[in-house]
């Protein structure tokens, strides 16, 4: 088997690490169990890129039992964990491509390898290897049955390309799903980015300044949990309806050129590019922490925070300290890269759960119905996203009320009113 990881004697650590997680995860624990008997992606080869975490193996192990023969490269370069990844290769028999630190050129060679295992289906998070098909393996495309992407921003580049006309095959938008992003994207990235910042700094939180850029769904869910520890949240954003969610929320909303000069942690959830600019930086505080939890490094202007400074050194694991030509300091985390799976672990597993059901579902749907479906970005199916949360309800115990007959009625009729 081909594979690239770092060290596969990291493989038994791994492997206790990747079970720990599966306690975790029993709505995708069914999927797999029935996968196993059913086995509705025998033929079919998968190619993922995806953070390599101990969830995304339980993933990995899923499609697996489902008959799929599998590649996985990282979506990140620095969000790859190397004892998971030799767990996969070694125990679980999953061509891995990722190497935690790999540089762009190695990043992108992992996306080669993966392909070269001629998939038929695409799995991304943040789009990079749909469009290193449509650009660079066009040879492929006919291959192609359709693809899924976990993440906002790769869904937003998504819905460019089939816009322009140039998407060559049907896309399941998984981030789009409500037990998708309602839960990932808030608690997940929510607890996971604190994890992060906390990780890598060791500060305390509670009665400091956190200014969040945006107030999407990540950010009101970091937001939640920073006011939660204590910390005064300010929130920056550009769409009128969501600051003034966040202001009704509670939080100050100012512009970031206001916001950089009172914060002591930044951090960005916008999927945007520059939201820390470089005439911010000479305005904040000494020793000012900025993290991103984004999905691409672009968040944070860091060749102009190069360039203000006249030094950088690296102070703790995961922090990199700029010092201005004014003498303050920009404590910078994980190079401006997704603070939470670089400094700490991504999200944890019990919310991965539903993200990855809704990933191993629409692999089930697009093998099921591709021939039925057009080159166009499609939502989860509502019956596979009402059926995860069913799951995932009775996997923790909880029920609820059913409609009555009577209730029913009453809510698919106009005739009763006052
Ligand atoms: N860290 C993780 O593990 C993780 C998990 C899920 C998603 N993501 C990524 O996080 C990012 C945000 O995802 P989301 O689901 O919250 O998106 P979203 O679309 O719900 O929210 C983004 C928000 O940012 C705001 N925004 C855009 N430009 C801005 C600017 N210049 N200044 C201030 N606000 C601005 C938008 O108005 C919007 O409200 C995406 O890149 C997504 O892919 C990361």
């Known amino acids: 088997m081909n594979y690239d990881v770092k060290d596969i004697k990291l493989a038994d650590k791994g492997r206790d690490r990747i079970e720990w997680a599966e306690e975790q995860m029993p709505v995708l624990r069914l999927i797999r169990e029935r996968f196993a008997r059913e086995k509705p992606l025998k033929g079919v080869t998968l190619g993922a890129c995806l953070h390599v975490t101990t969830e995304t193996a339980n993933l990995m192990r899923t499609l697996k ?3 799929a023969k599998l590649g996985l ?7 790859t964990q190397d004892d998971t990844a030799a767990a996969l290769v070694k125990h679980y028999g999953v061509p891995t491509f990722s190497i935690r630190g790999e540089n762009n050129t190695t990043y992108y060679a992992h996306i080669h390898s993966v392909l070269d295992l001629k998939p038929n289906i695409s799995m991304d998070d943040g789009c990079d290897v749909v469009s ?7 040879e492929l495309i006919p291959h192609m049955l359709g693809g899924s992407e976990e993440t906002t921003t790769g869904v937003i580049r998504l819905r460019a390309m089939e816009e322009q006309g140039v998407l060559a095959y049907p896309m399941i938008a998984v981030n789009d799903a409500d037990t998708k992003h309602l839960f990932d994207n808030r608690y ?12 890598a700094t060791n500060h305390l939180l509670a009665g400091k300044i ?8 990540c950010a009101r869910g970091v937001a939640t949990r920073a006011r939660g520890m204590g910390a005064n949240v ?3 954003e550009v769409d009128p309806l969501r600051a003034l969610e966040a202001v009704m929320d509670g939080y100050r909303v100012m512009p970031m050129a206001k916001a950089a000069r009172i914060g002591d942690v930044f951090i960005t959830l916008t999927g945007d590019t520059t939201v820390i600019a470089g005439k911010h930086f000479p305005l904040m505080k000494d020793g000012a922490v900025v993290a991103n939890s984004g999905h691409f490094d672009v968040e944070i202007d860091i060749p102009a925070l190069k360039k203000l400074s006249k030094s950088v050194k690296p102070i703790r694991d995961n922090v990199q300290q700029y010092t201005l030509r004014n003498g303050r300091r920009i404590n ?10 670089a400094a700490a672990e991504g999200h944890p597993p019990a919310v991965m759960d539903m993200s990855f059901a809704n990933q191993a579902l629409a692999a089930e749907h697009i093998v099921k119905h591709h021939d039925k479906l057009e080159r166009r970005v499609y939502g989860v199916p509502k019956e596979i996203d009402r059926e995860i949360a069913r799951l995932k309800l009775k996997s923790m115990g909880v029920k609820i009320d059913k409609l009555t007959r009577e209730q029913k009625h009453y809510l698919a009729s106009w005739h009763l009113g006052t």
């Open 188 to 199: 997940g990235t929510g607890q996971s980015t604190i994890d992060g910042v906390i990780r």
């Open 132 to 138: 290193t098909i449509h650009s660079e393996r066009q």
């Open 234 to 236: 300010v929130v920056t």
């Open 73 to 79: 490269c990282a979506s990140n370069p620095l969000s």
């Open 332 to 341: 910078l985390l994980a190079e401006g890269r997704l603070v939470n799976l």
């Open 210 to 217: 956190v200014v969040i850029g945006g107030y999407g769904w």
């Open 65 to 67: 039992a489902g008959g």
